[in-house]
């Protein structure tokens, strides 16, 4: 193995035995049967469940009674490289893991790992409700491969970075939970492995103590750590990471910068795509007035894009027919954000064409959203066209596209060197300005 | 060099994922690595067996001196089984001591992996540590309730005899037992949950076929081979003997040795062989 790899996995593939459906009986007697019978098929049942001798990957397909959780899965990663790891449920990453951490074995390929290495699938493993705070944070610290010196010498530490310091002598189970989440989480954030191993263990504790953990993995990161990152939260992907690889049904489907990994993850995701087009005039949105061709999001280097930089901005475009002359038209477009808030609505305001009667033909209405205003995240677009005097609405399409606007971190944007959660629908890049009077000034009028 | 704790050799320390199949000495060193772990276990089953009771330790001598004064009761005054000639308290009380370690112990290594069973999925350490500490964990209650043994010692005026020096022999002896069965258990547990269920008559058995309640010479003599083939026989003879001074039974106890160390090496390379597949089948 190179010097300067951390990990090496090769053609790592993992099978599980999964139940099949149980024979039902419509008869007594087959039932009775069944039951004398069952102690031998439970053995065999029960026997089976650990041996893939008869299995080959290639022909593992057919077979209904497994699953490939993991397929021919291969990558490396470096020394001091932070590495995240996504995919929607069910694509292999939390066997990954757990094949990572030694927890299960594969049942082909290896992995080489150079260093030592820590696994935190999950914080508090091992906590005991009736022990105090301060022999769970031994009992923990050993259990993740600490030694009883390590643990002794870092232990005000362990103890101050979770905050619990009165209640250390006390037995766990008369903590809160979000004490026990703390403690635990401190203990673990004292690791000092050369090579971390994390599940999602940041979505625990409030929005403060998660900033705090958040910092603390970004250290880690920093100190020329490797580290191996699974996470649902995006945003937290973008944070720490330079490099992400998606995972899909149990194989690897990209593998690259986070941001093009997250790109071709949300795509495949959500299936909303950011350019959509009726070919067919008479099966698009509309009347006999007006016809909704299309509709596209493109970003700052004009390609249509589903995802956006946070401070770049984007261009929507709606593409329609008129299919009779005449009328004036008034274009416009909602933005909703994920939970379905509309974050504003714009309303074509060219002065071309606004209150004027529009002859036949094809138009494309263009409008720019300016880059630091809408938060990240991903919205949709819905383009509705109405006609005036009298207005009537002729095309109403909810949710026609979608984008994501994604932080790449980078310092530019409103979060500037933060690296926290920030709330919000919109994100603005507002002016500062702070004024400094000196104490003595203040002092001196309050009395 | 070692894969988890290697803070000097680290930058070569090498963890090659599946390990090398076969009967190395690697996982000797790797529960070495890991003694400070067995310390908090160990510690940890000892702290919270008693938490939150009144009597605390005291239960270690409440429990097994209770269960000496019914023998001593039933067996002793009602049954008047007999005992070569000791009396039934001192007869009962050094064989039930040992005992009450072995069933006790028994039961929890064969039940360590299926309650360990959360802990197995999210973290490695050996998994060999789960049967082992409650058999070390034992240990303490066992240390506590030979106070018992002591005190009636005491109040019959037993001299002691250089019978002794073999103690520590059947104590080592006394702790293969649950060793050995607890791994195998532990391990059948895993697929076959008839393990538990099964359990309370397998200790029952055990006890009535040990010299517990009775004594051994009342086996018919073209048996006690076959019957000193059981461990726990041998056990609570070398108990009896040294501690009470009469001559050493070693034909009766030796192949007992054999039984426990073949039961230990059976159990840890069955194990062993399991190790990796016990997360997934569990």
Redesign the interface.
Known sequence: ?NNDLAIKVENISKC?RIGLKENMHDSLGASVLHFLKNPLQN?RK??S??QFDDLRPEQGENRSDVIWALEDVSFEVKKGEVVGIIGINGAGKSTLL?????????TGG??????????L??VG??F?P??TGR?NV??NG???????KEIERKFDEIVDFSGVEKFIDT?VKRYSSGMKVRLAFAVAAHLEP?ILVIDEVLAVGDAQFQKKCLNKMKDVGQQGRTVLFVSHILPAVTRLCSRSILLNGGKVQVDGPTHEVICVYLNSETGAQAERRWGDLKEAPGDEAVRLCGIRVRANNGYVSETVDISEPLQIEIEYEVLQPGHEFRIYFHVFNEEGIEAFMSIDNDSAWVKRPRPLGRYVSKSVIPGNMLSEGRYFIGPTIRTENPSIKRVGVNDAVAFHVIDSMDGNGARGDSTGNISGVVRPLLKWETQFNPKEAQVEKIW | MNNRFGTTLSENSLTVIPPKSGWTMTGFQELKDYRDLFYFLVWRDIKTLYAQTILGFMWAILQPLVQIVIFTIIFGNVAKVSTDGIPYLLFSSVALIPWTYISLATVQSSQSLIQGSSMLGKIYFPRLIFPITPVLAKLVDFGISMFIIVCIMLYYRVSLTSNLFFFPLFLVMMVSIPLGIGTWLATLAIRFRDVRQAMPLFIQMLMFSAPIVYSASSIPEQYRFLYSLNPIVGVIEGFRACLLGFPIPWLHIWPGMVTAAMLVISGTVYFKRMERIIVDVI
Request: glycine fraction near 6%.
């Open positions: 193995m599980y053995y029960y026997r469940l650990y757990k094949i990572l951490s030694k927890i299960t074995i594969p290896s992995v080489t790992i150079r260093g030592r290495i820590s696994s699938l999950e493993t091992g005991h009736e022990l022999e031994y009992l050993t259990i993740l491969g600490m030694r009883k037995p050369e």
